[in-house]
Nanobody
Framework: QVQLVESGGGLVQAGGSLRLSCAASGRTYTMGWFRQAPGKEREFVAAIRSNGGSTYYTDSAKGRFTISRDNAKNTVYLQMNSLKPEDTGVYFC????????????????WGQGTQVTVSS
């Protein structure tokens, strides 16, 4: 069993930055960040392989967000810069080991989520 605890969400103005953290227990997995806006489905944002060797981003996150991990601390980070109102949503951390880390179905463990609100 893996437990995931997110932190770092909050309210920020457009153009601002936030860094999300996800502390994990247990073994290392591929880690992903997903977000869910009100009334919308949960969508992929970014992912990183267990050894940190490969990262993946949705098109809207490329160039603005950076995912990283510190396996010694069992923690994954999502640095979000140049935030836009459309980035608003609940951000979920997830752990999995599937072939395509961009797919929600590949993840087994999920955190409770942290709210990110970007005001215009």
């Amino acid at each position: 069993q893996v437990q995931l605890v997110e932190s770092g969400g909050g309210l920020v103005q457009a153009g601002g930055s936030l860094r999300l953290s996800c502390a994990a227990s247990g073994r290392t997995y591929t880690m992903g960040w997903f977000r869910q806006a009100p009334g919308k489905e949960r969508e992929f944002v970014a992912a990183i392989r267990s050894n940190g060797g490969s990262t993946y981003y949705t098109d809207s996150a490329k160039g603005r967000f950076t995912i990283s991990r510190d396996n010694a601390k069992n923690t994954v980070y999502l640095q979000m810069n140049s935030l836009k109102p459309e980035d608003t949503g609940v951000y979920f951390c997830a752990a999995g080991y599937g072939f395509d880390p961009r797919m929600l179905s590949q993840y087994v463990y999920w955190g409770q989520g942290t709210q990110v609100t970007v005001s215009s």
